[in-house]
């Protein structure tokens, strides 16, 4: 698959495989860096491949952003290379950097949701109760 950064969205087809034409509805990163395309038409494609790098001086990377670095000058030069190749670090596919997490929004969910858990056995103990004393005028 082609395309050329034109005013018009336009791809043109190198070949023919059988599927019928799709749009990219996800994407998955495997645990070798690998950016898989899923299409609307059931076929996946490699779409790109991460590179990841390291520094003999961790410490020494300069912060630029909330959770952005960039080499610094006690850095040292960046080793480039693959996931888990050199010495660089493995990639966890599915997983949530703590650091993309609200701490505080999942806390407030949580007192919600044992809020609302009282709340319903609260009801079903009331509901409960009532129906006793229907019973117990019936007879």
Sequence with gaps: MTGLDQGDNELSASRQDGFPAGTLSSFIITET?????????GSSRDLGQIRMARFANNSGLEQIGDNMFAAGVNSGLPIQGDPGGNGIGQITAGAV????????QNLIELILASTQYRGGARVITA?????????ALRR
């Design 33 to 41: 860096g690998k950016i898989q395309g899923v299409f609307s038409n």
């Design 97 to 104: 950097e703590l650091s993309n997490t609200d701490i505080g």
């Design 127 to 135: 509901v409960q109760q009532l129906l006793d004393e229907l019973l």
